[in-house]
Structure formats: C-alpha cells, structure tokens
C-alpha cells in the first residue's frame, strides 16, 4: 500500500488500484463523515487533482487523485451510507478503483514508513 | 498543527480542564477553544436528550449602572429597556443608523445595573460603540468585566437537575428570559469559602434560564474561581447528573436546528433585524426613539428585499454551507445561505439563507448550488427543531 501526503492511500489490485482516505483522515474529520461525492465511473482523473468531497458535520475536505487514470469503479456502498468510511477507512470504505494511464506515478508515492515520518513530522502520531 | 499563531491565541479560565479532558481544541474569534470532547453528534444528542455543559467564558461581558443607565439603553437598542421590569432578560440589538445590526445581545435588567452579554468576535466593536453614546451621559459607567467574569451554560431537559444537584439551596428555578442573583453568603459554604475575588455592585453568582440550543436550561456567570470549582463539580457529578461536556460545533449544530442566528452569518451590519425575520425584538411602541428607528420603520412600511428562510434539503446528499448561491427551480439566483449542516437530530441536511421575499413562502422549491452542481431544496417552517415541552 502507498500513500499520498493529502492522506489518500493506494491499493495495487492487479490493473487497477484501490484508493481511499487514511484513518489519520478520518479522524481530521471527527470520525463523522455525513457525505461522500464520488467521480463517475468512466471520469478521467489526474494524479494530484481533487476527484471528490468527504463532508463531516462541520466541515468538507476535497480528495485528491493519488494517482491519474480512468474511474473503474466507485463504492456505491459508502455514498449511500457515508459513516461506514469512518469506521473502517482502510478496506470496506475503500472509495473509488482507478485504471492508471501513469504507472511510473505509483514509484512517487510514500511507501507506508514515509508515511508515518510525515504525520510524524507534522506533529501528529 | 503547531505554529507561533497558537501560543498568542486567548484561553478562557477553563482551558486546562479542556485539555485534561482532551477535547479538540479550535480557533473561535482569536481564542482556542473546545470544538468537541466525545464527538459533535454525540454531544448534540445528548444535549437534545439528556443535559449539555458549555464554557462560554469567552464570550463579552459588560456592566452598565449609573443615573440614566436605562435611558442609554433605550437609546442604543430597540427593545423596551424603561419599561422592563428587575430580573428581566432581554435578547436585543446594537444596531447602527440603517438599522443594520453591529452585534446582537442579551441585557439582564437589573435594579442598579443592566448586564449586557455580547458576541466574543464584537467585544472591542460593542465597547467603542457603547463608550461613543455615554458621553451623553455623563452619569453612566460603563465597564467590561470580561476578564473578570466566567461563564457557563447548562442545556437540554435535565439541567434544571443539575442546577439542583450542583448549587443546592442558592438555586431557584426561574421563568424563561428571567435571571436570579445570589450573594455570596446565600452560596453553599464549600463555594462561598473558594472565594477570592468580588466585582462591585455585582451578585457572586448570577444565572438566568436563557440559552442557544433551543432546550430549556441556564445560563451561569460568576468569578473565575467559582466558575472553576463548579465546572469541576459538574464533571465531577456528571454520571449522576447525566451530563456531558458540549464544545463549539455542537453548540452550533443545536443553535441552527432551534434556527438561532449567529453573528457573522445571518446577522451583520448590512442585515437588519426585520430581514431576518427578527421583527418580534423591535418596539415600535416604545416611548422613546432609538438608533435605526428610522430605517427599520421604511422598511416594515415598504417590505424588506430578502427574508431570512430554513431549508430542508431532499434526499440524501451534499452539505450546503454559508456562501452557497440559492437557485430559483428555473434557474437564476435568487439569495444564498448563511449557515448550513446536517442536522443531527432530523438527520437531513438543513440551512439558513436569505433569499428574495418572492421565493421565501414556505413550501417553496428551491435549488442550492453546491462546488457547481445543484441540490433541490425546499423552504420549511423555523425552527427545523422545536422542544417537546
């Protein structure tokens, strides 16, 4: 698994790649997501751009392409019932499947251990 | 995260007990405080269900007393300060020559005095303005005991319990919109032996039955020390007494479901009371004028070009928030929202925004454009939530 350092993480799954928000996102979001917007399937994403919204009671967060491609697929399951995304970010709130048209972008992506330096970094555990 | 902003921001004499009862801390009009402790929806509920504490020792706390000190009021605000009786609480308006509205307000009708509690954002704004009419009267003081005042809420429908539980004998219940003082030596001994500081002309201990949440409750104002020692002893008792911390965001989320206005979002200087369908807290009658007497007569003479409306989105969806364009259903902006959120309670999402008087009949459907896509909406009844009792 990689990730992003706007706190997305990416799964490799054979051709496509897994994305969705880590749980030091969610708990950005006091853990009370309200709303998921999600690209449609088909969309063209580029790695860095905003493919989506997660709302929280009080405040919204864009999500961020971790890497570019084509949308495959999107977790219909979590748009229709945005909490289950905080109780499980990881796996069963996984949020969209991307085809990457860019596969050397995964290379540039934080490996797990330089992910944990940056919230380490940040001043976060 | 961390930076040097952080350190200069201002605490309240409770911020300690927020970090040791590891809240969430964020930035509110230049002080840190609790945004949540167990979680904003969690703390929503259970004020709505059970009873809430609040610090909201930031807020602005005047003292006005002095010969006249009723007639300055009457003056700055059009609410019937002269003819009020003692013990009177009073939500009004400072409000400038257009009838725009520089801060809302409490006044707490006193005897000798008139308390005013102020937004925190407006303090500095509302003490210039106060201090700019008193010199027409001479005999007037004006003093801000901000810092020398706490304050604390009890919400929702155990606080009257708790309120019990915690003061004993010195408490009382009194009618809605009404206050009480206490003495010190009315105060129970553990409380009156914590004591250290006084404010002159002012009771030890002063509560009214008054609040922001739309459940009935407290609102509690006393020296720091005091203050301190009864926040301590409602988290103590707070098993007992059923009771859970509320920080900021709850605190907002159960204002907008009461359909409260909130200073900076339905309520500025640009906005009269009249439009934000406030009408109910101008005395035309009194006796005597007030500044923007003459503006808010023009407009409840001619109409008023926008009106404060609740909407209820459909279904599912986006969050509408304050800057959303409101949309007529064929297109074509017709006002924008001031407050927006999911609503804990009615679990949909909900909003204020002011919108031309043509589309603002309740029943009316209404679009809200959100990061560039459109959500139907439709205007309904305020408040969106109204207590049982």
Known sequence: MRFSKTHEWARSEGEVVVVGITEYA???????????????VGKTIKQGETFGVVEAVKTAADLYAPLSGTVEEINSVVS???SLLAQDPVNSGWLIKIRPSQPAEWDALLTAEQYKKLLEEEGHH | MLDIAMTEKLRTILYSRHKSLKAAMTDFAGWEMPLYYSGITDEHLHTRSKVGLFDLSHMGRFLIRGKGFRDLLDWLTPAAISTAPDGKVLYSFLLNENGGVIDDITIYVGRDYAFLVVNASNREKDLKWLRRFADEFPTVEIEDLSQQLGMLAIQGPLAQNAMEHVLGESFTPCPYYTFQ?????????AMRSSLTTAVRDFPALLYSATGYTGELGYEIYAVPELIQSLWDKFISEAPVLELKPVGLGARDSLRLEAAMPLYGHELTEEISPLEAGLGRFVDFTKPVSF??????????????????????MVGKGAVPRQGCSVMAPEGGRVGYVTSGAFSPTLRKNIALAYVSPSHAAVGASLQVEIRDRLWPAGVVKRPFYRRSQ
């Open chain 1, 80 to 82: 229709e019932e945005p």
């Open chain 2, 291 to 312: 500044i923007g007497r003459e503006a808010l007569a023009l407009q409840r003479e001619h109409g008023v070009q926008q009106k404060l409306v609740g909407l209820e």
């Open chain 1, 26 to 40: 969610v708990e950005q979001l006091n853990k009370e997501i309200v709303f998921v917007e999600l690209p449609p």
């Open chain 2, 181 to 189: 003082e206490v003495q010190s030596q009315e105060l129970p001994p």
